[in-house]
């Protein structure tokens, strides 16, 4: 089933759940083990094209995975959440969509305000801003605390699916994965 039922997510957006979360999470680990690589190093550079590839791959998925989700209704949760962990939740989902949109943009800004190009798999982007160093810090840090919120709730998302599924007992994690 390509769109979604009363009871489970279809393909299209478990497809695009997928490969947000596996981009994600490897942006977030290719960022992580950088500074494990000596500064200069080609491995140290892998990490950062990596996070910068997984990062625009998230931004090349967001804007169709927004349509989808307003286009097909949410499955419902069985038994039905109460209104404070179902605002919770939207929240939460609003959150993380949000930072899927706006922390790839900082980092093209951040990469383009220290002088260089920046290519999504071969593809030059068009520079955004030019260098310097005001914009680059501010950008930079903007960036890097709002990556370190997405952590927290990626985190959060993954324990509360495991939270509904393994003590509350509801369909949360079902709709998603199935049984």
Known sequence: ???NSPAKYGIMSRFFHGFCAVSVIA???FIEIKPYFP??????ALMQYAHMQAGLFVLWLIAPRILWRSA????????AQGRFIKAVAN???YMLYALMLVL?????????????????FGITLPAI???GAEVKTLVKS??????????????????AALWHHFVVKDTTFIRMFGR
């Open 39 to 44: 500064k200069g190093g080609d491995g140290r």
């Open 104 to 120: 790839p943009i900082l980092g093209v800004l951040t990469w383009q305000a220290s002088g260089h190009t920046v290519d999504f």
């Open 1 to 3: 089933m390509i769109f």
């Open 129 to 131: 801003v030019g260098s």
């Open 27 to 29: 942006a977030l680990i």
């Open 91 to 93: 929240l939460t989902h």
């Open 142 to 159: 903007t960036h890097e605390f709002l990556g370190n919120v997405m952590l927290y709730l990626v985190i959060l998302h993954v324990l």
């Open 72 to 79: 097909n209704s949410e499955p419902a949760v069985d038994p």
